[in-house]
């Protein structure tokens, strides 16, 4: 029994490892990175620590917390029970957990694809012409009241495709209950390392 949990420790450590490692190529690139043109100058009389954009900050806080939710709370009961419980877990929980981090950060956040497993999951109308740009890390642009918006990729991790992944690589009982749950599922077949959606997330004009 004790070589089993250590054994089971050992996997979910690696696998939680591996989930974060979403953008493998970029390890969560710092929002300094973003091109200067997108995003409103600094005050002249701001101090130089400020130059960085507080809203961007504040949007990645966000996207991380969300990522870090939603793969904490699969990963309890994948390793607790099993990826099939982690389905029913995340069809039931995902979209209160996005609700309760974008309120923990003041913004609108939420997660998207071009292959929709959850129709709820449908992105903002705003969100294609960033999407583009930001396939190899985090893109913002000002929207028309001055909003701060921003996407972010999305990379499929080795644990993530025991319920994305090829037929062969879904863990035991997902199929049937992805059947049962999402029947117009458009989200398997994923390899680790595709980009399997993005984040997006919208902080309000400043004051
Ligand atoms: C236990 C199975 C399971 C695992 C493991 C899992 N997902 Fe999902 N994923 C789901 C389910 C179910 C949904 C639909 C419910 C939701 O989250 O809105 C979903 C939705 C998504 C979405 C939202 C877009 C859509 O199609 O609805 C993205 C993006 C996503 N998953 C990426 C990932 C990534 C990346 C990983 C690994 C870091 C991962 N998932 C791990 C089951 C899983």
Not at 96 to 118: I, M, Y
Not at 169 to 174: K, T
């Amino acid at each position: 029994m004790r070589k089993y949990l250590t054994l089971l420790l050992a996997i979910s450590l690696i696998a939680l490892a591996a989930c974060e490692q979403e953008t493998p190529d970029t390890e969560e690139p710092p929002a300094e990175e973003e091109p200067a043109e997108e995003v409103p100058e600094p005050d002249e009389d701001e101090p130089e620590e400020a130059a960085e954009d507080p809203r961007q900050q504040q949007a990645m806080a966000a996207i991380f917390d969300l990522r870090d939710t939603l793969m904490g709370r699969v990963m309890e009961v994948a390793t607790e029970e099993s990826y099939e419980a982690a389905v029913h877990v995340c069809r039931d929980e995902a979209i209160p957990l996005t609700e309760e981090a974008a309120q923990r950060h003041d913004v609108e956040l939420g997660r998207t694809s071009d292959r929709l497993r959850n129709q709820d999951n449908t992105a903002p109308d705003w969100f294609d012409e960033l999407a583009d740009q930001a396939t190899e890390g985090p893109h913002f642009a000002e929207g028309p009241a001055g909003e701060l918006r921003g996407v972010a990729p999305i990379r499929l991790a080795e644990a993530c495709a025991n319920c994305h992944g090829t037929e062969d690589q879904l863990a035991d009982g997902v199929a049937e209950a992805l059947d049962a749950h999402y029947p117009e599922d458009q989200a398997t077949g994923y390899e680790p390392g595709d980009l399997r959606g993005f984040f997006w997330v919208e902080v309000a004009a400043d004051q």
